[in-house]
């Protein structure tokens, strides 16, 4: 099983990039996904998430209105784009999968950033210079 995200960069605040995310191995309308990131020094924290229909987004306040997530089956694919980018933005972001195929999405968080995902990335780096 792998995930392999790609898209991120180096950018300035106000700008928008595209995060993609490919999941191989599994049968992927049989997982929710989600975006987490990291910042050095921090905990992982939730970006988003989308069920495996694609018919129930969630985000993380700071992103909402600002950052979309999407997925398109049958190319296996989750994307995360990111519009009107801040210097807070900047971090590893990983994506996930969690086997659910419930209309809504469940993850479990345990201290220390932890998530209950089944599988994750190696994360690709963003970085949004002010």
């Known amino acids: 099983v792998q995930l392999v995200e790609s898209g991120g960069g180096l950018v300035q605040a106000g700008d928008s990039l595209r995060l993609s995310c490919t999941l191989s191995g599994r049968t992927f309308s049989s997982y929710a996904m989600g975006w987490f990131r990291q910042s050095p020094g921090k905990e992982r924290e939730f970006v988003a998430t989308?069920?495996?229909?694609?018919?129930?987004?969630n985000y993380t306040d700071s992103v909402k209105g600002r950052f979309t997530i999407s997925r398109d089956n049958p190319k296996a694919t989750v994307y995360l784009q990111m519009d009107s980018l801040k210097p807070e933005d900047t971090a590893n972001y990983y994506c996930?999968?969690?086997?659910?195929?419930?209309?809504?999405?469940?993850?479990?968080?345990?201290?220390?950033?932890?998530?209950?995902?089944?599988?994750w990335g190696k994360g690709t780096l963003v970085t949004v210079s002010s």
């Open positions: 996930a999968a969690d086997r659910q195929k419930e209309d809504t999405v469940v993850i479990q968080r345990a201290p220390g950033g932890r998530y209950g995902m089944d599988y």
């Open positions: 989308i069920n495996w229909s694609g018919t129930y987004t």
